[in-house]
């Protein structure tokens, strides 16, 4: 079946106009199926996580290129404070307002038709739509897709690359650091507030912890040439027990560790650990514990699980021969040669290229300062010159890994 840009935002609005949190996408799911069907992809599929799968099939048995986006989106904040409200979809002054529109309903919506056009006019390899859950809160899904297919356990196989439809602005984006949200806990005695000489209050060594923690980021001192150095900042303080009459016998400080893609899960823990060791010499009575933040999740299919809160990050190097094929059509497409950058924000290709090696890049429309903001929009000029650069997009990104 034919599908034109207007098809695209039509289905675009219809998503937006359905709300969808992480673990709470079932809704936006079911409507993306609906649409794989209709627009007669070979294969639908919904696994045991809620990701949802549409399969052309190639003439041949080259590797396949897969799309992804997510389906889930953050929170709207206060509906008051937004320009148009955050689930109409409205389209006013050349943009498709609300949430969800550039991140990510609206390229996933460009995505999954572009990857239509394959229906009638087909080619050797497989064209694959993975839209995933639970992207904003660490990618889940996208885990969850990429482990079983290492397994063997997936309705596909291990695509020959994948494009991610993260905003972009119609650059290449071949990469980006990770997130590690790692928890800091002081403990010392907790004692009731009216009789401090019993307790051993967190609260007075964190200003040796503090430091310590900044001279650790300031050690940070590796820089990749495209993504920059990495960084760590505390985010939060914290005390446990939470009542203001107890003197707490913890007070938790929440780092956000942005890593760079050499940097392991479990390497990021022992390195604040060690550098903790070397530099805070703490008083009698207390002690230090570093760990990971660990947040109960569950997908919207029921499937509950303790997941550590790191995300990892990825780089494509360039030259690559994906890179450079993506090159191409995007300029010829667009009229401008395409910047090759990283993403500033973490994204499922942390999982796809950063821990399983398939070649990953990014191409969407959209402003990287729109998302996670009561002014997300979309530019529908834009917009439309992705839309008609993806079929040749495809096409080129499956010859470069043919």
């Known amino acids: 079946m034919s599908s034109s840009f207007r098809d695209a935002l039509a289905f675009a609005q219809d998503i937006i106009r359905i709300p969808g949190a992480p673990g709470q996408e079932g809704d936006v799911a079911a409507r993306v199926a609906q649409e794989l069907e209709r627009l007669r992809f070979d294969e639908v599929h919904t696994d045991e996580v809620g990701n949802v799968i549409g399969i ?3 003439t041949g048995s080259a590797p396949a290129v897969m799309l992804s986006s997510h389906l889930d989106v953050v929170d709207i904040g206060a509906a008051a404070t937004w320009e148009y409200p955050p689930f109409d979809a409205v389209i006013a002054d050349g943009h498709l307002h609300g949430r969800g529109a550039m991140d990510i309903k609206g390229p996933l919506a460009i995505q999954t038709h572009a990857a239509a056009h394959f229906v009638e006019n087909r080619i050797e390899c497989d064209v694959i739509i993975a839209h995933t859950v639970q992207e904003e809160r660490g990618g889940w899904g ?11 356990s997936a309705v596909i196989g291990r695509p020959g690359a994948v494009i991610i439809g993260e905003a972009t602005n119609g650059d290449i984006c071949v990469g980006h650091r990770g997130r590690a949200e790692i928890i800091i806990d002081v403990v010392g005695i907790a004692g009731h507030a009216s009789a401090p000489e019993r307790a051993r209050n967190p609260l007075d060594v964190l200003p040796l912890v503090l430091p310590a923690l900044s001279s650790f980021a300031a050690s940070l001192d590796t820089v990749d040439p495209l993504l920059g150095r990495s960084t760590a900042v505390p985010t939060a303080i914290e005390t446990l027990p939470r009542s203001r009459n107890v003197i707490p ?3 938790r400080v929440v780092v956000d560790w942005r890593v760079l893609p050499h940097i392991t899960a479990d390497a990021a823990v022992e390195m604040i650990r060690s550098h903790l060791e070397r530099a805070v010499a703490l008083p009698d009575g207390y002690s230090l514990a570093v760990h990971y933040s660990i947040e109960p999740q569950q997908t919207y299919t ?4 303790d997941r550590r809160m790191f995300t990892p990050g990825f780089l494509l190097p360039p030259p690559h021969p994906v890179i450079d094929a993506a090159a191409g059509v995007i300029r010829q497409a667009m009229g401008t040669m395409p910047a090759i950058r990283p993403w500033t924000f973490a994204t499922d290709g942390g999982h796809s290229c950063g821990v399983h090696g398939i070649p990953t890049i990014g191409f969407a429309p959209g402003e990287e300062r729109y998302a996670h903001t ?15 650069a993806y079929p040749a997009l495809i096409e080129a990104v499956a ?3 043919r």
Do not use: C, K, P, S
């Open 56 to 58: 052309v099939r190639g």
């Open 142 to 152: 996208m885990e969850h897709l990429m482990n079983a297919i290492q397994a063997g």
């Open 249 to 251: 016998d913890t007070a």
């Open 302 to 305: 029921g499937r509950t699980r």
């Open 374 to 388: 009561n002014r997300e929009r979309l530019e529908l000029g834009q917009a439309e010159r992705v839309f008609d």
């Open 399 to 401: 010859a470069a890994v």
